[in-house]
């Protein structure tokens, strides 16, 4: 069975940092790319980094310059790292790994940015 399990959310004032984490079971993490999206009340979720199976990276201009995506295949593990937050950064953020027609989703964590 896979499973996706996204962590480290939480509260945080604007201009704090968090790290999400999105650890895989189930699959050969390292053959997928793995992207992270986040949903506010209210509106569509929307795309924020990817990370390719060879590491390569790629930013939404929203959070290009403040949030960083690598991962541990060792560990099976995505991370976010979430720099100089806003409260419109506001959301739950899912991750989504994805190989040819394999899309699996984690269930979600809540990050509340306050100002």
Known sequence: QVRLVESGG????????LRLS???SGITFSTYAVAWHRQSPGKER???A?????GSTTYADSVKGRF???RDNAKNTVYLQMNSLKPE???VYYCKS???SD???GQGTQVTVSS
């Open 68 to 70: 960083t995506i690598s």
């Open 10 to 17: 939480g509260l945080v004032q604007a201009g704090g940092s």
């Open 98 to 100: 994805s190989r040819s």
């Open 50 to 54: 990817v990370i390719s199976r060879l």
């Open 103 to 105: 899309n699996y989703w």
């Open 22 to 24: 999105c650890a895989a």
């Open 89 to 91: 950064d506001t959301a």
């Open 46 to 48: 929307e795309w924020v």
